[in-house]
């Protein structure tokens, strides 16, 4: 069976830290890309980091860059998303996902890190930064 599992969400105050994990199971993660989304409450879908396949390169969604960092351990078939300095915005479900590549660019003056081909979801952790 092919699945992306998340953990390492939860509770934590403004300028803590969390380090999200992505395992999967049923095939190899370092054939992927792997990006990371988030969704807060009534707000679209938006990707904030993403991981290539061949060779590490990272990429970062503005609103995150020098915060967050994305990771893959391939002998354990997980990628990481380290979380530090965060604020109440960066509130949300995150999830993890496979794709072809990384896909960056910018909108409006702001980088941004958007889906390709996604092959599979995570079903998210949630991240709850509150005082």
């Known amino acids: 069976q092919v699945q992306l599992v998340e953990s390492g969400g939860g509770l934590v105050q403004p300028g803590g830290s969390l380090r999200l994990s992505c395992t999967a199971s049923?095939?190899?993660?370092?054939?992927?890309?792997i990006p990371w989304f988030r969704q807060a409450p009534g707000k679209e879908r938006e990707g904030v980091a993403c991981i290539s396949r061949s060779n590490g390169d990272t990429y970062y969604a503005d609103s995150v860059k020098g915060r967050f960092t994305i990771s893959r351990d391939n002998a354990k078939n997980t990628a990481y998303l380290q979380m530090d300095n965060l604020k109440p915005e960066d509130t949300a479900v995150y999830y993890c996902a496979t794709d072809i590549i990384c896909a960056w660019t910018v909108i409006a003056g702001e980088g941004v890190v958007l889906p390709s081909q996604i092959g599979s979801w995570g079903q998210g952790t949630q991240v709850t930064v509150s005082s």
């Open positions: 049923g095939f190899t993660l370092d054939e992927y890309a």
